[in-house]
């Protein structure tokens, strides 16, 4: 079965970056990990709190969920797309980013 959300891999998330594509990101981890380190620009919203937070995410446009290794934003994903929302999850997480941190 295919997933009802698209992903997209660490590389093409930088790349795209890299092109000054205009990029909405949510982290998804929590408070701490976020500020240990994450994508510029990503917007941080921890996956407990997205159910409250749905007016902090654009419905229209196209979202790049994160997380620490991608079971958070899959899980987020999840739940994003079955309301509508166009999301991308980020497959690897953090763990697999190789780009600039914030």
Same mark, same amino acid.
């Given at each position: 079965?295919?997933?009802?959300?698209?992903?997209?891999?660490?590389?093409?998330?930088?790349?795209?970056?890299?092109?000054?594509?205009?990029?909405?990101?949510?982290?998804?981890?929590?408070?701490?990990?976020?500020?240990? #380190?994450? @994508? %510029? $620009? &990503?917007? !941080?919203?921890?996956? #407990?709190? @997205? %159910? $409250? &937070?749905? !007016?902090?995410?654009?419905?229209?446009?196209?979202?790049?969920?994160?997380?620490?290794?991608?079971?958070?934003?899959?899980?987020?994903?999840?739940?994003?797309?079955?309301?509508?929302?166009?999301?991308?999850?980020?497959?690897?997480?953090?763990?697999?980013?190789?780009?600039?941190?914030?």
């Amino acid at each position: 079965m295919s997933s009802p959300y698209p992903e997209m891999y660490p590389f093409e998330v930088n790349e795209r970056l890299q092109r000054k594509d205009q990029l909405a990101i949510v982290d998804v981890r929590e408070p701490d990990e976020f500020a240990a #380190g994450h @994508i %510029p $620009g &990503a917007k !941080n919203i921890p996956l #407990g709190t @997205i %159910p $409250g &937070a749905l !007016n902090l995410i654009d419905p229209q446009q196209e979202t790049i969920v994160v997380c620490q290794a991608g079971g958070r934003s899959t899980r987020a994903c999840e739940y994003l797309s079955s309301l509508g929302y166009h999301v991308l999850n980020m497959v690897g997480g953090m763990s697999a980013w190789s780009g600039e941190i914030d």
